[in-house]
């Protein structure tokens, strides 16, 4: 048995979501958008499960879109401000489904800025404020970050953006059923989310687009999500995400308490008991993600430690599971000293761990810290 500590990257699917999605692989396969009556139910369901996510976030059914998953939905985001061409402002930790997109616009002629971050990872609101032009269309801050756990003031944010009239984007990708998410109390006009970071399955998400904002369809075909992302819909991904998100956001004060107590406890340990150790993103943990841990050790090889955590059945992963190497922009915008930046591993944990994990997965660290600091 292996001691999972790799949510942030994915999580297991919550048995009820994969309980409420079998039947549609089999005896009701159809696909939604055919005449005969077996399709009509399908059709329901889908919008019964749109419905269901739009109350969770306090948003309106006809407000949320469903997409393959995070990624997708940040494209769908910034394709809208690119598409608007002006000046977009994007945080300089954004997930790479948002940078990657907002590169191609600068290399096609596209003006983009990166709104720098504080040590702790907290987003530069003055930045904005200075930076913000008239032509400006764009804001895009996500509302944590999947490295460091810091949750951006993303209430402040949106006022800016109201205030100069920007479409204001946030990929909630990490925060939708950790935290508590209320479109409307954020005042965003577009927001992400991922199924399988919230015990859903794979390969599905939804994009949150405030009525009247404008945003245009985004993939053309066929003419589903009532014109806005065409495609054959992924019924049974989107049931088991409608489920998974009921569960996650009914279960999340509890869920949430236990692991920050865990999370508390763990950071604790591992800055007094480690030499040399930096914690990264705030210490603040009403402004963390409640499940997220991410260290730095000094003259560490995060590859050399990773590979002897999973010695002893221990999975953690160094920044984000789809930094695909070289070092973190996170990292990096977070001005991590270059001493401590190539040591750095991210635990992300769940409900399924409890103090006694916790202090074998602390024992094991300080021990593999060492043996990886006399193979330097
Ligand atoms: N945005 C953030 C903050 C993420 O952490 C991730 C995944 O790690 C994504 C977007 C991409 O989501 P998906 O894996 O669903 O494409």
């Known amino acids: 048995m292996s001691i999972y500590l790799d949510n942030a ?67 769908w985001a910034i394709n809208e401000g690119t598409r608007r061409r002006g000046h977009i402002m994007a945080s300089a930790i954004e997930h790479k489904a948002v940078l990657s997109p907002l590169k191609e616009y600068g290399r096609k002629g596209g003006y983009f800025e990166l709104i720098p971050v504080d040590e702790d990872g907290f987003v530069d609101t003055d930045f904005i404020k200075r930076k913000i032009r008239y032509n400006t269309v764009m804001l895009s ?104 998100a009921k569960l996650s956001c009914k279960r999340m004060k509890e869920k949430s308490i236990h692991c920050r107590k865990l999370c508390e406890y763990m950071t604790g340990r591992i800055m007094s008991e480690i030499d040399d150790v930096r914690m990264n993103g ?51 915008a977070i001005k991590t000293h270059k001493d401590y930046i190539g040591g750095t591993i991210r635990m992300s944990i769940d409900n399924r761990m409890n103090i006694q994990t916790a202090d074998y997965v602390i024992s094991v660290l300080k021990r593999m810290v060492s043996v990886a600091r006399n193979n330097t």
């Open 9 to 75: 990257a994915t999580t297991p699917l919550m048995p009820e979501a994969a309980q409420a999605m079998r039947q549609y692989y089999s005896a009701d396969f159809y696909n939604p958008s055919a005449a005969y009556s077996q399709s009509q139910k399908i059709r329901d369901k889908i919008e019964e499960c749109r419905s269901e996510i739009a109350e969770l976030i306090s948003a309106e059914p006809e407000e949320v879109f469903f997409t393959s998953g995070g990624t997708e939905s940040d494209n």
């Open 282 to 332: 705030t210490d603040d943990f009403d402004k963390r993600l409640p499940n997220n841990m991410s260290f730095s050790f000094k003259n560490v090889d995060a590859q050399s430690l990773l590979v002897l955590l999973d010695m002893h059945g221990i999975n953690a992963a160094a920044g984000s599971a789809c930094a695909g190497g070289g070092v973190s922009h996170v990292l990096k």
């Open 141 to 244: 801050v996500m509302t944590a970050n999947n490295e460091i756990g810091t949750i951006e003031p993303i209430e402040t944010i949106a006022h800016i953006a109201r205030e100069y009239d920007v479409l204001f984007h946030t990929d909630a990708v990490q925060a939708f059923g950790h935290i508590p998410i209320n479109v409307k109390e954020m005042a965003v006009d577009m927001m992400s989310a991922s199924s399988h970071k919230f015990n859903g399955p794979k390969g599905v998400g939804f994009l949150y687009i405030r009525k009247d904002c404008g945003v245009k369809p985004f993939i053309f075909g066929g003419g589903q999500e009532n014109g806005m992302r065409s495609g054959t819909e992924n019924v049974p991904g989107i049931i088991g995400m409608a489920e998974a």
